[in-house]
């Protein structure tokens, strides 16, 4: 595709002034100078740069000219004419990404396979938007998220994760980190002033509870997943829990515990914030129904494309009850007006055309190997190190010999190359004993075995 | 293109129990009968049903021939299974966009042309990126922005809009709320008590002045901008401006103002933060440069392509001093962790194409035109009712007669089905003569003369 170019170019000139052609001159020369033109961009053409100047043609053909005889610009027969080699040194313009030096294999957890972004269906749902959907798409979003999306968001949830979502309560987020603050803004607005969260768990939670105004309460968690007894003293008005694949220790929520947490939320009239993480990636255990679809009125549902699909996206979704929901949607409309629209309907096309099915199906096989490898590794490399939370999710816990010191094994563990990060990082004033936590989504399945090779010299090193 | 779907569905079934094939009779009668299995929905085939819950095909082929026997699915030949019509009402799943009743002929302003989105242009940048993309600009995006978009973006600035952009300290914002929220956390998290704003002006920007827990002092504006005398007595720490053309007078911010209000910042080491509201439009005056280029260590620039392009893709941008750039980031990662990343790096193809000068180009003749048509009308049904601030932007201001009655006649014109707003209420302490606000942006130019005529009825009623 030829791509013709007619840059824009801020240039001033007075039309009642005298002497326009060198006004002219004297305006592309000190554009030149700065680097406001840059060397070997092209130049608007004379009629464009006319046009827009409310000058003759003539005349802007005149002063090109007059540029093209001191060297400013060059012409090349049968393209456009462009700056020459800059005069000084322009603004620094260009700038990279910052390098986060990333180790060689990295087990850094909460991250999908970017391989395998479905480059291909994600651009066909793009397509069938930019073609056929109506002018009004194009405006300022719903701010709660565009009903195409609700309502495919809503057939989904209630088939594959077991939710009695409605979907004019459903409020498009741009993730959990901003969802989680929504939901904090409106819970802090209802008076709320404690929120209990999982210990250990991500640690920018709490700082999300504490920034929204309240205080943040750790409650202990164990292979069963969130204590229900510790949260019954803490006084709290909601509590954020992973049920599904508690982060990091990847418990799943024991029936028992399910009821309990419940109980307590329906005789307290508090609300659970359920982080669905790593719901739909589950390998040899019966799929476990999320929390809301048994208490619709108590449960704010928290969900995300982050570990689905990719989490450059930023699309994610809440599921609030009926009293939260008008809040949280007034939050959301104050904080940015609403989600980006064009991605929305594509995540909607997406959803309805079945090719998130195909792709969680083809992603759950894909994991489960990979899971295996890295279990069968572990197990040959590392034969009295335990592992758990592998029925689920994109990562396990690996539980060190008593006594093992996490921090100095990372250390050791990072001069091999191998990123691995330490349970107790996520702790709050939980004692866990021991333990690496690996996420497995990132890293390419070939690069496994040595990568547990490496860890396993620095455990034993 | 053939689209078949296979659908996860959330099935429970105890392996270890007996009755298997019961057991799953009975969770899809009960998918189906609460509608989470919608009537029309395809069924997951049986090897992928099979293999999901851990079963022997068989047992499924028997399952769903036993639900087809008792009519709760329907199987034609060469097609999907699929749920047979429903049983009971499912939940309320379908919803529809809040219809806010907008009038025949909207002279709403702030929006651009939805008829106009370059769709064709913008779809072959996202192609480019799905298509040429390396894997990891599918992880979590930079949180400032990807490296591309904000050397692209600066380059742009500087050349299109006078600014001296460094793209180091460029952050992506999802549109000027945001944007704006950002830059009053920053502004707060150094102290900031006071933040003075242009009086007429945007109401919502007062509020999130407020927010940030800073006090907002209304400046009054005349036809030359923002009156900075106000300014200097104000004790404000920051302000809100719109220098290219003011909102909603339309007034361009005059030279001596302009030097007036940098000196007053620098001398009080505060910050202007430069709103540059419908800068890329102007039809018959000198651009004007924007602020920040004059004084990049004390203004901080907020752009978007909200008017450029489309509000619904959410794409925002802040050129901030050094000395407010990294607390802005933070404050950006904190609240979404970052824009969507694919479509900056669509926003940067589209630059770097010279798409962008392109589509503006196009517009600014369309606008003009439209423009022409506006003033055209209004010069012939209402002689003597003057406009101002029509040399830019995408709306202009209707002064009425001394003593009219705004309020009888934004309501009289809204049963003529006519929409526009009044001047006064962007007042906070203002007190304009009467006057009425007319965008031009998404209103055909066909239907514009009959909408005077309206509009000219209302106003002589």
New interface residues.
């Given amino acids: ?1 030829k ?13 009642r002034g005298p002497l326009l052609r060198a006004q002219l001159e004297r305006e592309l020369r000190a ?1 030149i100078r700065t ?4 060397h070997g ?1 092209p130049l608007p053409s004379s009629r ?1 740069l006319a046009a ?1 100047l ?1 000058v003759s043609r003539g005349l802007v053909v005149e002063a090109y000219e007059q540029l093209l005889a001191e060297g400013y610009i060059v012409a090349r027969r049968g393209s456009a004419t462009t700056v020459a080699a800059r005069r000084i040194a ?9 390098k986060v030096a990333r180790p060689r294999f990295d087990f850094r957890p909460g ?1 999908p396979d ?2 395998h ?1 479905p ?2 269906a ?3 749902s ?2 069938r938007v ?2 056929s959907a109506p ?8 701010f709660r998220g ?2 195409t999306v ?2 495919s968001l ?2 989904y949830l ?5 939710t ?5 309560r ?1 409020v498009l987020s ?2 959990f ?2 969802g989680f ?1 929504l939901v904090c803004q409106a819970l802090r607005a209802r008076g709320a002033r404690a929120v209990a969260f999982e210990d250990p768990s991500q640690v920018e939670q709490r ?2 509870i504490k ?1 929204a105004g309240m205080k943040p309460i750790p409650v202990p968690v164990d292979r069963a997943g969130l204590i229900v007894e510790g949260l019954e003293k803490s006084r709290a008005d909601a509590v954020l829990v992973t049920p599904a694949h508690q982060y990091p220790t990847g418990a799943a929520l024991s029936p028992e515990r399910r009821a309990a947490l419940l109980a307590w939320a329906a005789r307290r009239s508090a609300f659970v914030v359920e982080d669905d993480y790593d719901a739909e990636y589950r390998y ?1 255990r ?2 476990v ?1 999320a929390l809301q679809g048994v208490a619709p009125e108590r449960v704010v549902y928290v969900g995300s494309a982050s570990k689905t699909l ?6 994610g979704w809440l599921v609030p009850p009926a009293d939260l929901s008008p809040a949280i949607a007034q939050a959301k409309r ?10 929305q309907l594509a995540f909607a096309d997406f959803i309805a ?6 792709h ?2 083809r992603m759950r096989a894909h994991y489960r190997a990979k899971r295996d490898v890295l279990v069968a590794a572990l197990a040959a490399r590392l034969p009295h190190v335990q592992v758990s939370g592998i029925a689920a999710g994109l990562h396990l816990m690996l539980e060190l010999p008593a006594g093992s010191d996490e921090q100095a094994i990372v250390a050791a563990a990072a001069e091999h190359s191998v990123g691995v990060f330490s349970a107790s990082r996520y702790c709050a004033k939980a004692h866990l004993s021991p333990a690496l936590i690996l996420g497995y989504g ?1 890293i390419a399945a070939e690069s496994i075995p040595a990568a547990v090779e490496r860890l396993a010299a620095a455990i034993r090193g």
Same sequence: chains 1, 2.
């Fill in positions: 595709m791509r013709t170019t007619s840059p824009d170019v801020l240039l001033r000139i007075d039309r554009a680097g406001r033109l840059r961009m464009a827009d409310g322009p603004e620094r313009a260009a700038v990279s990404e910052t991250l970017p391989s972004f480059r291909r994600w651009l066909a793009l397509r930019l073609t002018n009004s798409a194009f405006g300022y979003p719903d565009t009903a609700r309502t809503a057939e209630n088939r594959a994760r077991g009695a979502a409605d979907a004019s459903i741009t993730g980190t901003q603050r700082a999300a920034a040899d019966e799929p129904g990719a989490p450059t996206l930023r699309l104050l904080e940015d007006m609403g989600s980006p629209g064009l991605e055309g079945g090719e998130l099915d195909r969680l199906r990132a």
